[in-house]
């Protein structure tokens, strides 16, 4: 059995990606910063859980040495601390770039190092690298970066057959997006937002990364795919307006 590894894989996308893969046969290592729910999202597909910090290359480094025969590589670890830049601390900056874009870069980096030749990478990105959301900035510039990373990542690991695409999903139903749901009136407008009415589910984002890992994808490569039920035709939500209404003072 090939292996695959999803960094970011305890929660979410990315736990339902290591689902996918795992009922399609691979042998899943399930990594990501928080060991215990890695460790129970192991156990639960019957893969190996590993602790890794994207954020620190010694722990992807690690993480990624431990791997043998890695055909599949999904990066899905993911945050967003939000804010209006001018009132943006420069740590919440730094650490929403450190986590979605160099943490990308390391896992691609480390990922090159041990996949082998004809494999397939998958990066998860978001609607967000084409579609701005005020008070979104370091999620938006990180994910924006996301997507020139894995086309240059495209190019340069064409030569060894290996594939580097990326996902931009809408709104799915995750812990990351948990808080939406307080905010009032802001679900109902990502949802107005959205031509196809709802919002996504991580099986629909799972079976993409599945897709793009099969070799039913075996020309693709450098591309990045809108999974959003048409989100991208129209405009982003107006979170900062709706976060500032919901603070306001009432009276
Ligand atoms: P999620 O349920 O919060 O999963 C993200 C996982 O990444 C969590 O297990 C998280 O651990 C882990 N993580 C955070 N920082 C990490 C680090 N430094 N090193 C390793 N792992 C780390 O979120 P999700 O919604 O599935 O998001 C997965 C990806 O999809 C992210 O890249 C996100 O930006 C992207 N995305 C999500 C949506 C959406 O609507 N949900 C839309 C577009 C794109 P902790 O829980 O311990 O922090």
Redesign the pocket.
Known sequence: MSGAIV??G?????LASAKVLAAEGFTVSV????AD?ARAAAASIGGTAIT????DEDSVADGFGKLDDLRVVVS?????LPGAIAELGLEQWQTTID??LT?SFLVLKHAAQHIVDGGSVVV?????ARQPGAGMAGYCAA?AGVTTLVEVAALEFAPRGIRVNAI?????D????AGVALVPGLLGEYIENTPLGRGGR?EEIADMVAFLASDKAAWITGAAFDVNGGAHLRRYPDVLGKVRAMMAPSG
């Not at 931009?168 to 799915?172: D, K, Q, R, T, V």
């Open positions: 960094v970011g305890a929660s979410g996308i990315g990594a990501d910063v928080n729910a890794m910090d994207v954020t899905c670890a993911g945050l967003s986590v979605c943490g998860i990105s978001s609607l967000n994910k931009a999903p809408g709104f799915i995750t812990p990351l997006t991580p």
